[in-house]
Structure formats: C-alpha cells, structure tokens
C-alpha cells in the first residue's frame, strides 16, 4: 500500500529552528508537495519538490531525497504564526496525491 | 482568501435531512475535487471533475453526490448521512487534474455535523 509518515506533533521555541520529517511509500514519485494549515482554514501550498535537493523560500525550505523516500520541512526564526498543522503529500505514478495526517507544529514564546 | 469560496462554512444536518455544499473557484482552472478531512487522518479524495466531467469516483458512499454544472462551480448533496460522516470537507481547484507539479488551490471547508 501507499504511505506517508509524519510526526503527529512537534513543540518548538519561538526564534529557533525545526524540521518536520516526512517519509513515503509510493507507486512512483511525481513531486512531493508541503501545505501549511491553520486551525479552521484552508491548506495553503508552501512547496514544491520534484529533483532532489534543497528549494528555500524565505524562512521556509524543504528538502527532497527520492532514493531515500524522504523530505524535510525547515522552519528559521519562528513565528508564533507559524504555530499551524503542515501536510506532506507526494505525487504517485497515477499522478494521485498521497496525504500525510500532517504534523501539528506547536510554538511556545 | 485563496480564489477558492465554500458556502455554508457550518453546517449540522440530521441524518433524515438533504443538504448541499457548494463551492466556487475564481481562478480559471479546469479541475476541481471534494476531499473529506478528518481529525488527525489524511485528507481523503472523494470526487474529482475534469471539465465538468467526473474523472474521479473513490468508492465514496451514494449518498454523497457531486455536481458540476461548470468549471467554477461544484456542489456536494447530502441525504441520509450518518454520525460519522462528520467532517471537514474541502473543496479544490487545480489548472488540470494531472502534472507533476499540478498545484492544488482549497478553500476553507465546510465543517459538518451529523446529529
């Protein structure tokens, strides 16, 4: 079957760093995408990656390692509005959208 | 605001009840979908449109059904659910339904309860 894991709920500082893993199991790989989520809101995209290696966007930066089945979400300088839920979702052969149950990121002041 | 528009954003329904939630995108794209997001599970794809056509059916209960009267709108009605069809249901929209880096666009989701 198709999976994608990750962290059910993390707790960071705000001003500091954190990345938010996300792993996959899929029929073939088309991109990998991360969305953030506020309580009560839409999913917004933040990211796209499809080649490995590092995409940065501002504070924002994800990673991609398609042999490794793997990517990582790094937040710099948090904010308290970064406290949100953030879905990792990977693009399968069917060009079918895989969803993680997202990461719900906690900022503490 | 994400040119994504979901009416009623709340919405509580008994299970003999018929409802319908309806969402408007005004961003030109071809595709559009329903998801069904649940607590702490992954978004599930309930219905995907193509052109006003329907591409996508996964194994989703008849008494959820779609419409779509054109590319900008898309409707979901509800007869005789149950408690546990409450949900937050989300409506999409995308340039086309496939493409590797085909972003997806939601709107705000309807949150419903079935009493």
């Known amino acids: 079957g198709q999976n994608i894991d990750q962290p059910t709920e993390m707790t960071a500082t705000e001003g500091a760093i954190v990345q938010i893993n996300c792993t996959y199991q899929?029929?073939?790989?088309?991109?990998l995408f991360w969305y953030q989520q506020h309580a009560g809101e839409a999913p917004t995209f933040l990211s796209y990656?499809?080649l490995d290696g590092l995409e940065e966007k501002g504070r924002f930066s994800s990673f991609l390692s398609r042999s490794k089945g793997y990517s990582y979400l790094l937040l710099k300088e948090l904010q308290m509005k970064d406290s949100a839920s953030y879905l990792c979702?990977?693009?399968?052969?069917?060009?079918?959208?895989?969803w993680g149950a997202g990461t719900k990121l906690i900022i503490k002041p | 605001e994400t040119g994504v528009t979901q009416t009623p954003r709340h919405l509580v329904m008994g299970m003999t009840n018929k409802k319908s939630l309806k969402c408007e995108q005004h961003l030109g794209h071809n595709a559009m979908y329903w998801y069904k997001q649940s607590a702490k599970k992954p978004l599930e794809l309930m219905f995907v449109y193509s052109l006003e056509e329907r591409v996508e059916n996964n194994s989703v209960p008849s008494r959820f059904s779609p419409e779509c009267p054109n590319s900008s709108h898309l409707f979901l009605h509800l007869h005789t659910l149950q408690p546990e069809d409450s949900a937050l249901y989300l409506c999409?929209?995308?340039?086309?339904?496939?493409?590797?880096?085909?972003?997806?666009?939601f709107g705000e989701g309807s949150w419903l309860t079935v009493v």
């Open positions: 999409a929209s995308s340039p086309q339904p496939e493409g590797s880096g085909n972003t997806i666009y």
């Open positions: 990656n499809v």
């Open positions: 899929t029929s073939g790989f088309n991109g």
């Open positions: 979702a990977v693009r399968d052969s069917n060009y079918q959208l895989i």
